[in-house]
């Protein structure tokens, strides 16, 4: 799987836009971008993810660069229960063989009140 | 929803003991994960099963076993218990065909004395 490159921290003001780069240039035209995000003491939780076509769910919107080397994580209106560290993940389609996620260091985002 | 649950939130065992940690699913899904989380390693695979009585290495499988003994249940086995493997277990759980979303549970945390 491709490496990705995330800042390590960053706050954003309740109410406001949350936008999260992800860098991953050296992403493979079957690889898809996936983001997740991890709440202090649990397990990760699947946010969206993205072939080449920007996304929107519930959550958030995921905006991915016309050349796929780098993505944008959005949540519309960040609350203080968004604060996560999240994560940008590149992979290939998931199947029935070994699905090793490299969660590396992520984004720790700070919602400040 | 999914819903992924795990026996134990915070475990403490001895060296040496047998430790068993449970992941039990809801959503009839076929292929199971157990991972750890390490500080700075990301998440490593364990184990994992794409169904019921069948299991695959995955890139740490040294010092562990695992059972799947029913679809809804994949159970993660220390047979010895070492400090080295004090660490975040999670389970998680996948859809098979096309789906590629990756549903965690709550994690475990183990700590061996």
């Known amino acids: 799987d491709a490496k990705t490159t995330q800042p390590t921290s960053m706050d954003c003001a309740e109410g406001r836009a949350a936008n999260l780069p992800c860098n991953h240039s050296?992403?493979?035209?079957?690889?898809?971008v996936y983001w997740y995000r991890q709440i202090h003491s649990q397990g990760p939780q699947y946010i969206i993810h993205g072939l080449k076509n920007n996304e929107t769910n519930e959550m958030a919107s995921l905006i991915i660069t016309e050349d796929r080397k780098s993505s944008t994580l959005i949540l519309p209106h960040a609350t203080l229960r968004d604060t996560a560290v999240y994560y940008c993940i590149v992979r290939v389609a998931v199947g029935t063989g070994a699905n090793n996620l490299f969660f590396g260091t992520g984004t720790r985002l700070t919602v400040i009140p | 929803d999914v819903k992924v649950t795990q026996s134990s939130r915070y475990l403490v065992k001895r060296t040496g003991e047998k430790v068993f940690l449970e992941c039990v699913q809801d959503?009839?899904?076929?292929?199971m994960f157990w991972y750890r989380q390490d500080p700075g390693l990301g998440l490593r695979l364990i184990y994992f099963s794409y169904d019921v009585k069948m299991k695959e290495k995955g890139d740490i499988p040294e010092g562990y076993s695992v059972s799947r003994e029913k679809k809804e249940r994949f159970s993660l086995i220390l047979e010895s218990a070492s400090t080295n493997q004090t660490s975040m277990y999670l389970c998680?759980?996948?859809?098979?065909?096309?789906?590629?979303?990756?549903?965690f549970g709550p994690g475990t945390r183990l700590t061996v004395t």
């Open positions: 998680a759980t996948l859809a098979g065909g096309s789906s590629r979303e990756q549903y």
């Open positions: 959503m009839d899904h076929e292929n």
């Open positions: 050296t992403i493979s035209g079957n690889e898809y």
